[in-house]
């Protein structure tokens, strides 16, 4: 799990996210990547600084040849859970049955990352890669 001080600038937290994605992309040479699409939220802020974030780490994945697939939050929750209404709470339970788990991993951001990697695995194809 990546996570940067909210006191430092946001340059210096987007520059560390991006870092952080290179060295896991060196450590563990991934084929392809998947990642969570945009998605509108009620703080326009929040939103903003979430793209940034997530534009360091497509920017890390373009620049060292991984491929990467986009999903909707929906499109994930609905292919780890069933539906695409899904909690944060049922997208962990499931995480953790699908896998095996003895507890769902933490906090549900992790929870979240892995359901995104499970959604690409189930869809099998890298028609959105």
Do not use: W
């Amino acid at each position: 799990m990546i996570r940067t001080s909210a006191n430092e600038p946001l340059t210096a937290r987007i520059r560390e996210i991006h870092e952080a994605v290179v060295g896991l992309i060196i450590r563990h040479q991934p084929f392809a990547m998947s990642v969570e699409d945009v998605f509108h939220g009620k703080n326009a802020q929040s939103a903003l600084k979430l793209g940034h974030a997530r534009g360091a780490i497509l920017l890390a994945g373009a620049l060292h040849d991984v491929s990467i697939a986009e999903y909707a939050p929906r499109q994930i929750k609905k292919a780890v859970t069933g539906t695409g209404n899904a909690t944060k709470e049922q997208v962990a339970f499931m995480v953790m049955q699908l896998l095996k788990l003895k507890e769902p991993p933490t906090p549900h951001d992790a929870s979240d990352g892995v359901a995104a990697a499970l959604c690409h695995s189930f869809l099998g194809s890298f028609a959105n890669v």
